[in-house]
């Protein structure tokens, strides 16, 4: 079994900073790929950022030059900076994970909310 746990959400004005972080753990030794996803209400879930193992990345249109995703292949973390954030930014985020295979891993979500 393999558990995501995600932290650093939370309320921040237009402008302002976040780093989420998502730690994996359980029956796994390491992923293909890690990222993020994010899903506002009445929207459908949608890409925020991936790394792979050899450190590609990869981020969805709305979020480049603003974002900047990291992992610690070690710890099976995954880091998602979040600079110059907008109101539309305001979603749950979620943490995902693929060892390979069609197996893939998703955590409880983090609540992202950018409001004045």
């Known amino acids: 079994q393999v558990q995501l746990v995600e932290s650093g959400g939370g309320l921040v004005q237009p402008g302002g900073s976040l780093r989420l972080s998502c730690a994996a753990s359980g029956s796994i030794f390491s992923f293909n790929d890690m990222g993020w996803y994010r899903q506002a209400p009445g929207k459908e879930r949608e890409l925020v950022a991936t790394?792979?193992?050899?450190?590609?990345?990869n981020y969805g249109d709305s979020v480049k030059d603003r974002f900047t995703i990291s992992s610690d292949n070690a710890k099976m973390t995954v880091y998602l900076q979040m600079n110059s954030l907008k109101s539309e930014d305001t979603a749950v985020y979620y943490c995902?994970?693929?060892?390979?295979?069609?197996?893939?891993?998703w955590g409880q979500g983090t609540q992202v909310t950018v409001s004045s």
């Open positions: 995902n994970a693929r060892p390979g295979g069609p197996y893939s891993y």
């Open positions: 790394i792979t193992l050899g450190g590609s990345t």
